[in-house]
Protein backbone atom coordinates (compact mmCIF):
# COMPACT_ATOMS: atom_id res chain seq x y z
CA UNK A 1 0.00 0.00 0.00
CA UNK A 2 2.71 2.40 1.12
CA UNK A 3 4.69 1.82 -2.55
CA UNK A 4 1.57 2.22 -4.07
CA UNK A 5 1.08 5.51 -2.72
CA UNK A 6 5.08 6.46 -2.94
CA UNK A 7 4.39 5.22 -6.96
CA UNK A 8 1.60 7.50 -7.11
CA UNK A 9 2.96 11.23 -5.31
CA UNK A 10 6.25 10.60 -7.61
CA UNK A 11 3.99 10.39 -10.72
CA UNK A 12 2.09 13.83 -10.03
CA UNK A 13 5.39 15.02 -8.59
CA UNK A 14 6.81 14.01 -12.66
CA UNK A 15 3.77 15.67 -13.97
CA UNK A 16 3.68 18.73 -12.04
CA UNK A 17 7.34 19.28 -13.73
CA UNK A 18 7.01 18.94 -17.00
CA UNK A 19 3.72 20.88 -17.10
CA UNK A 20 5.60 23.80 -14.96
CA UNK A 21 8.57 23.24 -18.10
CA UNK A 22 5.96 23.41 -21.06
CA UNK A 23 3.81 26.45 -19.21
CA UNK A 24 7.78 28.74 -19.29
CA UNK A 25 7.83 27.31 -22.91
CA UNK A 26 5.05 28.87 -23.67
CA UNK A 27 5.52 32.02 -21.77
CA UNK A 28 8.58 32.82 -22.97
CA UNK A 29 7.71 32.56 -26.69
CA UNK A 30 4.88 35.14 -26.34
CA UNK A 31 7.59 37.97 -24.58
CA UNK A 32 8.68 40.25 -27.36
CA UNK A 33 11.94 39.61 -28.83
CA UNK A 34 14.22 43.28 -28.62
CA UNK A 35 17.69 41.73 -30.52
CA UNK A 36 20.81 43.64 -28.87
CA UNK A 37 21.90 46.47 -31.08
CA UNK A 38 23.72 45.24 -34.41
CA UNK A 39 27.19 46.28 -34.66
CA UNK A 40 27.41 48.36 -37.50
CA UNK A 41 30.55 46.56 -38.17
CA UNK A 42 29.32 43.68 -38.61
CA UNK A 43 28.52 43.72 -42.36
CA UNK A 44 28.77 41.61 -45.11
CA UNK A 45 32.14 40.00 -45.84
CA UNK A 46 33.74 40.57 -49.76
CA UNK A 47 32.57 37.03 -50.63
CA UNK A 48 29.23 37.09 -49.08
CA UNK A 49 28.97 40.82 -50.70
CA UNK A 50 29.73 38.96 -54.10
CA UNK A 51 27.67 36.55 -53.48
CA UNK A 52 24.22 38.89 -52.97
CA UNK A 53 25.56 41.15 -56.14
CA UNK A 54 25.53 37.91 -58.41
CA UNK A 55 21.91 37.33 -57.46
CA UNK A 56 21.16 40.67 -57.03
CA UNK A 57 22.04 41.06 -61.20
CA UNK A 58 20.42 38.04 -62.60
CA UNK A 59 18.04 38.41 -65.09
CA UNK A 60 14.42 39.55 -63.68
CA UNK A 61 13.39 36.52 -64.77
CA UNK A 62 15.28 33.83 -63.10
CA UNK A 63 15.20 32.67 -59.69
CA UNK A 64 12.10 34.76 -58.72
CA UNK A 65 8.57 33.16 -57.04
CA UNK A 66 5.71 33.04 -58.86
CA UNK A 67 3.61 32.38 -55.71
CA UNK A 68 0.67 35.13 -54.97
CA UNK A 69 0.10 35.60 -51.32
CA UNK A 70 -3.10 37.00 -50.04
CA UNK A 71 -2.72 39.17 -46.68
CA UNK A 72 -4.52 37.38 -43.83
CA UNK A 73 -7.57 39.06 -42.84
CA UNK A 74 -7.47 42.21 -40.60
CA UNK A 75 -10.07 42.28 -37.76
CA UNK A 76 -12.06 45.15 -37.46
CA UNK A 77 -11.03 46.05 -33.56
CA UNK A 78 -7.09 46.36 -35.26
CA UNK A 79 -7.83 48.53 -38.04
CA UNK A 80 -11.07 49.83 -38.29
CA UNK A 81 -12.36 51.92 -41.47
CA UNK A 82 -10.81 55.29 -41.80
CA UNK A 83 -13.50 58.20 -40.91
CA UNK A 84 -12.72 61.36 -43.15
CA UNK A 85 -11.74 63.37 -39.91
CA UNK A 86 -9.16 61.37 -37.66
CA UNK A 87 -8.48 64.58 -35.52
CA UNK A 88 -8.77 64.18 -31.49
CA UNK A 89 -9.23 61.31 -30.09
CA UNK A 90 -10.45 58.83 -33.32
CA UNK A 91 -6.62 58.77 -34.61
CA UNK A 92 -6.36 56.57 -31.50
CA UNK A 93 -8.36 53.59 -32.80
CA UNK A 94 -5.87 52.54 -36.04
CA UNK A 95 -2.22 52.72 -34.03
CA UNK A 96 -0.71 50.24 -34.49
CA UNK A 97 0.17 47.68 -32.10
CA UNK A 98 3.24 47.68 -30.03
CA UNK A 99 4.69 50.58 -32.01
CA UNK A 100 4.22 53.20 -29.53
CA UNK A 101 7.25 52.48 -27.56
CA UNK A 102 10.07 51.84 -29.44
CA UNK A 103 10.21 55.94 -30.66
CA UNK A 104 9.44 58.16 -33.17
CA UNK A 105 8.65 56.52 -36.89
CA UNK A 106 9.73 58.34 -39.65
CA UNK A 107 9.93 57.11 -42.89
CA UNK A 108 9.33 53.22 -43.77
CA UNK A 109 8.94 50.57 -46.51
CA UNK A 110 7.11 47.60 -47.06
CA UNK A 111 9.52 44.51 -48.26
CA UNK A 112 6.96 42.31 -50.09
CA UNK A 113 8.81 39.02 -49.68
CA UNK A 114 8.71 39.13 -46.49
CA UNK A 115 5.93 40.80 -45.50
CA UNK A 116 8.01 42.67 -43.94
CA UNK A 117 7.20 46.22 -42.71
CA UNK A 118 11.23 47.68 -42.22
CA UNK A 119 10.91 51.09 -40.38
CA UNK A 120 13.42 54.09 -39.77
CA UNK A 121 13.25 54.70 -35.97
CA UNK A 122 14.78 57.48 -33.44
CA UNK A 123 14.58 55.02 -29.99
CA UNK A 124 13.36 57.15 -26.72
CA UNK A 125 17.50 57.31 -25.74
CA UNK A 126 18.61 59.06 -28.87
CA UNK A 127 19.77 55.97 -30.88
CA UNK A 128 18.35 55.75 -35.02
CA UNK A 129 17.82 52.24 -35.76
CA UNK A 130 15.91 50.35 -38.24
CA UNK A 131 13.42 47.98 -36.85
CA UNK A 132 10.63 45.27 -38.47
CA UNK A 133 7.26 44.22 -38.43
CA UNK A 134 6.51 41.09 -39.72
CA UNK A 135 2.95 39.88 -40.29
CA UNK A 136 0.91 38.88 -36.82
CA UNK A 137 4.36 39.41 -35.10
CA UNK A 138 6.00 42.60 -32.53
CA UNK A 139 8.39 44.54 -33.52
CA UNK A 140 12.18 43.91 -33.23
CA UNK A 141 15.07 45.72 -33.82
CA UNK A 142 17.35 44.97 -36.82
CA UNK A 143 20.29 47.83 -37.35
CA UNK A 144 21.66 50.66 -35.29
CA UNK A 145 23.36 53.55 -35.98
CA UNK A 146 23.68 54.58 -32.72
CA UNK A 147 23.04 57.79 -30.35
CA UNK A 148 25.13 60.69 -32.55
CA UNK A 149 21.85 63.24 -33.12
CA UNK A 150 21.09 63.11 -36.89
CA UNK A 151 18.66 61.05 -39.58
CA UNK A 152 17.87 58.13 -41.03
CA UNK A 153 16.60 56.87 -44.01
CA UNK A 154 15.25 53.83 -45.76
CA UNK A 155 15.22 53.16 -49.55
CA UNK A 156 13.91 50.12 -51.12
CA UNK A 157 15.09 49.33 -55.15
CA UNK A 158 13.19 47.92 -57.92
CA UNK A 159 14.79 44.71 -57.74
CA UNK A 160 13.89 44.18 -53.29
CA UNK A 161 16.91 45.64 -52.78
CA UNK A 162 17.38 48.05 -49.51
CA UNK A 163 19.34 50.88 -48.52
CA UNK A 164 19.76 51.92 -44.77
CA UNK A 165 21.08 55.54 -44.92
CA UNK A 166 22.14 57.85 -41.69
CA UNK A 167 24.64 60.12 -41.24
CA UNK A 168 27.19 61.36 -38.20
CA UNK A 169 28.70 59.62 -39.52
CA UNK A 170 27.84 59.47 -42.70
CA UNK A 171 27.21 55.67 -44.08
CA UNK A 172 25.05 54.21 -46.88
CA UNK A 173 24.53 50.50 -46.52
CA UNK A 174 22.95 47.63 -49.41
CA UNK A 175 21.21 44.71 -48.80
CA UNK A 176 20.04 41.99 -51.36
CA UNK A 177 18.72 39.92 -48.49
CA UNK A 178 15.83 41.47 -46.75
CA UNK A 179 18.22 43.23 -44.20
CA UNK A 180 19.53 39.88 -42.81
CA UNK A 181 22.99 40.89 -44.14
CA UNK A 182 24.35 44.28 -45.16
CA UNK A 183 27.34 46.13 -46.66
CA UNK A 184 28.58 49.64 -46.73
CA UNK A 185 28.49 51.33 -50.30
CA UNK A 186 29.22 54.72 -49.43
CA UNK A 187 30.12 57.46 -46.70
CA UNK A 188 30.44 61.01 -47.35
CA UNK A 189 28.42 63.31 -48.08
CA UNK A 190 24.90 62.19 -46.82
CA UNK A 191 21.87 62.21 -46.57
CA UNK A 192 20.24 61.01 -50.06
CA UNK A 193 16.77 62.78 -50.26
CA UNK A 194 15.50 59.68 -52.68
CA UNK A 195 17.41 57.14 -55.13
CA UNK A 196 15.69 55.53 -58.40
CA UNK A 197 17.15 53.00 -60.49
CA UNK A 198 16.65 51.57 -64.17
CA UNK A 199 16.20 47.66 -62.77
CA UNK A 200 19.50 47.08 -64.74
CA UNK A 201 22.06 48.15 -62.37
CA UNK A 202 22.24 51.76 -62.58
CA UNK A 203 21.40 53.38 -59.56
CA UNK A 204 20.63 57.49 -58.93
CA UNK A 205 20.60 59.31 -55.80
CA UNK A 206 19.63 62.83 -54.81
CA UNK A 207 21.97 64.28 -52.90
CA UNK A 208 20.77 66.74 -50.06
CA UNK A 209 23.62 68.63 -48.57
CA UNK A 210 24.67 72.02 -47.62
CA UNK A 211 25.53 73.94 -50.47
CA UNK A 212 25.91 70.94 -52.55
CA UNK A 213 23.59 69.80 -55.63
CA UNK A 214 25.10 66.49 -56.91
CA UNK A 215 23.16 63.76 -58.43
CA UNK A 216 25.24 60.58 -57.28
CA UNK A 217 25.53 57.10 -59.55
CA UNK A 218 26.16 53.60 -58.89
CA UNK A 219 26.91 51.09 -62.36
CA UNK A 220 27.50 48.34 -60.59
CA UNK A 221 23.66 47.85 -58.79
CA UNK A 222 24.31 50.20 -55.77
CA UNK A 223 27.93 48.49 -54.51
CA UNK A 224 30.09 51.44 -55.16
CA UNK A 225 29.31 55.14 -55.93
CA UNK A 226 30.16 58.33 -57.79
CA UNK A 227 29.11 61.78 -57.93
CA UNK A 228 27.83 62.38 -61.26
CA UNK A 229 26.19 65.73 -62.12
CA UNK A 230 26.61 68.87 -60.29
CA UNK A 231 23.73 71.27 -60.72
CA UNK A 232 25.72 73.73 -59.24
CA UNK A 233 28.06 73.92 -62.68
CA UNK A 234 25.52 72.66 -65.16
CA UNK A 235 23.52 76.31 -63.61
CA UNK A 236 25.79 78.35 -62.07
CA UNK A 237 23.82 81.34 -61.98
CA UNK A 238 22.05 79.82 -58.89
CA UNK A 239 25.34 78.79 -57.53
CA UNK A 240 25.00 81.85 -55.68
CA UNK A 241 24.13 83.13 -51.90
CA UNK A 242 20.55 83.92 -51.53
CA UNK A 243 21.05 87.54 -50.46
CA UNK A 244 23.92 89.91 -48.96
CA UNK A 245 25.28 88.29 -45.60
CA UNK A 246 23.49 84.74 -46.35
CA UNK A 247 25.89 81.97 -47.53
CA UNK A 248 23.14 79.59 -48.41
CA UNK A 249 22.78 79.49 -52.17
CA UNK A 250 19.92 79.73 -54.34
CA UNK A 251 20.34 75.80 -55.60
CA UNK A 252 21.91 74.72 -52.39
CA UNK A 253 20.57 70.20 -52.67
CA UNK A 254 18.63 68.21 -54.03
CA UNK A 255 15.06 66.88 -53.86
CA UNK A 256 13.76 63.88 -55.33
CA UNK A 257 14.58 62.10 -58.66
CA UNK A 258 12.38 59.73 -61.12
CA UNK A 259 13.80 57.38 -63.70
CA UNK A 260 10.79 56.74 -65.74
CA UNK A 261 11.73 52.75 -67.65
CA UNK A 262 9.45 53.85 -70.60
CA UNK A 263 11.42 56.93 -71.92
CA UNK A 264 14.51 56.36 -70.23
CA UNK A 265 14.23 59.86 -68.92
CA UNK A 266 15.98 61.12 -65.67
CA UNK A 267 13.78 63.85 -63.62
CA UNK A 268 15.58 65.83 -61.08
CA UNK A 269 13.98 68.15 -58.47
CA UNK A 270 15.92 71.11 -56.82
CA UNK A 271 16.06 73.13 -54.03
CA UNK A 272 15.83 75.99 -51.92
CA UNK A 273 14.95 78.93 -53.37
CA UNK A 274 15.92 77.91 -57.25
CA UNK A 275 13.16 75.47 -57.29
CA UNK A 276 12.84 73.73 -60.21
CA UNK A 277 12.53 70.46 -62.30
CA UNK A 278 14.72 69.27 -65.11
CA UNK A 279 14.69 65.91 -66.72
CA UNK A 280 17.41 64.70 -69.20
CA UNK A 281 16.66 62.21 -72.02
CA UNK A 282 19.68 62.01 -73.28
CA UNK A 283 21.94 59.90 -70.43
CA UNK A 284 22.29 63.15 -68.18
CA UNK A 285 24.03 64.93 -71.13
CA UNK A 286 21.36 67.93 -71.50
CA UNK A 287 19.01 69.12 -69.09
CA UNK A 288 15.59 70.80 -70.03
CA UNK A 289 13.44 72.71 -67.32
CA UNK A 290 10.27 71.18 -66.91
CA UNK A 291 8.26 73.03 -63.85
CA UNK A 292 9.45 75.87 -61.60
CA UNK A 293 9.35 73.90 -58.46
CA UNK A 294 11.73 70.92 -56.74
CA UNK A 295 9.65 68.28 -56.46
CA UNK A 296 9.92 66.53 -53.14
CA UNK A 297 8.18 63.03 -53.74
CA UNK A 298 6.47 61.67 -56.98
CA UNK A 299 4.61 58.24 -57.64
CA UNK A 300 3.77 56.43 -61.08
CA UNK A 301 0.16 56.71 -62.26
CA UNK A 302 -1.48 54.05 -63.18
CA UNK A 303 -1.36 53.22 -67.08
CA UNK A 304 1.86 54.80 -67.33
CA UNK A 305 3.31 57.68 -68.98
CA UNK A 306 2.42 60.00 -66.26
CA UNK A 307 3.61 61.19 -63.21
CA UNK A 308 2.45 63.00 -59.89
CA UNK A 309 4.65 65.33 -58.16
CA UNK A 310 4.67 66.59 -54.69
CA UNK A 311 5.59 70.28 -53.66
CA UNK A 312 7.81 72.03 -51.14
CA UNK A 313 6.22 75.07 -50.80
CA UNK A 314 3.73 77.11 -48.95
CA UNK A 315 1.64 79.95 -51.27
CA UNK A 316 3.01 79.34 -54.65
CA UNK A 317 2.84 75.21 -56.14
CA UNK A 318 0.50 72.32 -55.19
CA UNK A 319 0.56 68.81 -57.05
CA UNK A 320 1.93 68.65 -60.12
CA UNK A 321 1.47 66.13 -63.06
CA UNK A 322 4.34 65.39 -65.21
CA UNK A 323 3.34 63.98 -69.07
CA UNK A 324 6.42 62.01 -69.51
CA UNK A 325 5.59 62.09 -73.54
CA UNK A 326 4.76 65.99 -73.20
CA UNK A 327 7.74 66.43 -71.14
CA UNK A 328 4.82 68.59 -69.17
CA UNK A 329 3.67 69.24 -65.92
CA UNK A 330 0.39 70.65 -65.30
CA UNK A 331 -0.38 71.87 -61.68
CA UNK A 332 -3.76 69.86 -60.74
CA UNK A 333 -4.33 70.88 -57.15
CA UNK A 334 -3.08 73.72 -54.99
CA UNK A 335 -3.36 74.24 -51.25
CA UNK A 336 -3.05 77.95 -50.65
CA UNK A 337 -7.13 78.63 -51.47
CA UNK A 338 -7.66 75.57 -48.69
CA UNK A 339 -5.30 77.34 -46.08
CA UNK A 340 -3.41 74.01 -46.49
CA UNK A 341 0.40 73.05 -46.08
CA UNK A 342 2.35 72.94 -48.95
CA UNK A 343 4.86 70.47 -48.18
CA UNK A 344 4.27 67.42 -49.36
CA UNK A 345 7.28 64.47 -48.99
CA UNK A 346 4.89 61.21 -49.52
CA UNK A 347 2.37 60.34 -52.25
CA UNK A 348 1.59 57.20 -52.93
CA UNK A 349 -0.68 54.94 -55.48
CA UNK A 350 -3.22 51.97 -54.62
CA UNK A 351 -5.32 50.23 -57.21
CA UNK A 352 -5.59 53.74 -58.93
CA UNK A 353 -6.38 55.79 -56.13
CA UNK A 354 -4.10 58.52 -55.16
CA UNK A 355 -2.79 59.80 -51.19
CA UNK A 356 -0.75 62.55 -50.92
CA UNK A 357 0.66 63.75 -47.41
CA UNK A 358 1.14 67.26 -46.74
CA UNK A 359 2.07 68.94 -43.54
CA UNK A 360 3.60 71.51 -41.96
CA UNK A 361 7.12 73.30 -41.57
CA UNK A 362 8.27 75.28 -38.46
CA UNK A 363 9.27 78.23 -40.77
CA UNK A 364 5.85 78.95 -42.06
CA UNK A 365 5.00 82.64 -42.95
CA UNK A 366 3.43 84.39 -39.53
CA UNK A 367 0.12 84.71 -40.98
CA UNK A 368 -0.69 81.68 -42.05
CA UNK A 369 -0.98 78.32 -39.34
CA UNK A 370 -2.30 75.94 -41.76
CA UNK A 371 -3.93 72.41 -41.79
CA UNK A 372 -2.70 69.59 -42.49
CA UNK A 373 -3.07 65.93 -43.62
CA UNK A 374 -4.07 63.31 -46.54
CA UNK A 375 -6.01 64.30 -49.44
CA UNK A 376 -7.48 61.53 -51.89
CA UNK A 377 -8.28 61.14 -55.91
CA UNK A 378 -9.82 59.06 -57.75
CA UNK A 379 -7.72 59.95 -61.04
CA UNK A 380 -4.50 62.34 -59.69
CA UNK A 381 -6.78 65.67 -61.08
CA UNK A 382 -9.73 65.94 -58.94
CA UNK A 383 -9.08 65.93 -54.88
CA UNK A 384 -11.54 65.20 -51.85
CA UNK A 385 -10.51 66.07 -47.94
CA UNK A 386 -9.50 62.65 -46.37
CA UNK A 387 -7.46 62.96 -43.52
CA UNK A 388 -6.98 66.22 -41.52
CA UNK A 389 -5.70 68.57 -38.40
CA UNK A 390 -5.44 71.70 -37.41
CA UNK A 391 -5.73 74.56 -37.50
CA UNK A 392 -2.40 74.81 -35.37
CA UNK A 393 -2.38 77.27 -32.73
CA UNK A 394 1.46 77.46 -33.82
CA UNK A 395 3.60 77.20 -36.07
CA UNK A 396 5.65 73.87 -35.66
CA UNK A 397 6.49 70.66 -38.36
CA UNK A 398 4.81 67.73 -38.75
CA UNK A 399 5.61 64.59 -40.45
CA UNK A 400 3.02 61.98 -42.49
CA UNK A 401 4.92 59.28 -44.37
CA UNK A 402 2.89 56.81 -46.28
CA UNK A 403 3.44 53.00 -47.43
CA UNK A 404 0.83 51.01 -49.06
CA UNK A 405 1.03 47.13 -47.98
CA UNK A 406 -0.95 44.16 -49.30
CA UNK A 407 -4.47 44.86 -47.93
CA UNK A 408 -3.88 48.56 -45.86
CA UNK A 409 -2.15 51.57 -45.83
CA UNK A 410 0.62 52.39 -43.19
CA UNK A 411 0.61 56.00 -42.20
CA UNK A 412 3.75 57.72 -39.96
CA UNK A 413 2.15 60.77 -38.37
CA UNK A 414 4.59 63.04 -36.33
CA UNK A 415 6.25 59.63 -35.40
CA UNK A 416 3.60 57.19 -34.51
CA UNK A 417 2.43 54.37 -36.75
CA UNK A 418 -1.07 54.03 -37.97
CA UNK A 419 -2.93 52.01 -40.79
CA UNK A 420 -6.27 52.12 -42.26
CA UNK A 421 -7.35 50.31 -44.98
CA UNK A 422 -7.39 51.50 -48.14
CA UNK A 423 -10.52 53.07 -50.68
CA UNK A 424 -11.95 51.59 -53.37
CA UNK A 425 -13.43 54.40 -55.92
CA UNK A 426 -16.80 53.86 -54.89
CA UNK A 427 -16.02 55.87 -51.71
CA UNK A 428 -15.83 59.09 -53.91
CA UNK A 429 -19.69 58.71 -54.89
CA UNK A 430 -21.19 61.16 -52.40
CA UNK A 431 -18.22 63.48 -51.65
CA UNK A 432 -17.32 66.75 -53.27
CA UNK A 433 -13.95 67.36 -54.82
CA UNK A 434 -12.01 70.84 -53.50
CA UNK A 435 -13.66 73.66 -55.33
CA UNK A 436 -16.73 71.97 -55.36
CA UNK A 437 -17.42 72.20 -51.54
CA UNK A 438 -20.44 73.85 -50.21
CA UNK A 439 -19.98 77.30 -48.37
CA UNK A 440 -18.59 76.20 -44.98
CA UNK A 441 -18.60 72.34 -45.52
CA UNK A 442 -15.02 71.85 -44.51
CA UNK A 443 -15.05 67.98 -43.94
CA UNK A 444 -17.34 65.91 -46.57
CA UNK A 445 -20.06 63.70 -44.32
Known amino acids: MKKSLRAALLAIAIFLVIGACVFFTLHQAKKQVIPPVTNIDQATTDAEAEAIKKAATQSADEGRSTEIRVAAPIPDQYFPPPS????????????????????????????????????????????????????????????????????????????????????????????????????????????????????????YAALHDWNTAVLYRSQDDGFTWEAWKDFQKLFPAYAAPYADGDNRFKLRHLHDVIYDPQSDRLVVGTGDVARFAFESADDGNTWKQIWDEGFTSHVAMSGGDRYL???????????????VRKGTVTEVWNPTPYNFAGYCYSIVNVDGVYYAAFHTEANEVDSVVPTFGVIVSPDGINWYRFMEWGPLGHHARTD??????????????????????????????????????????????
Open 400 to 445: IWLTPAPGLVYASVNGALYAFRPLDKAWFSDKLPFGAEAAGNAIPK
Open 84 to 203: VNLSGGKIGNQQVPYTDTIGDIHQTLFYLPTYTLFMAVTEPNGMRAIWQLKEHAKPERVMAAGTAKGDIAVFGGSRGEIYVQYDNPCQLFRSGDGLKTWRLVHESPCMFWNMADDGKGNV
Open 309 to 323: LGPDQLHSHGIGLYD
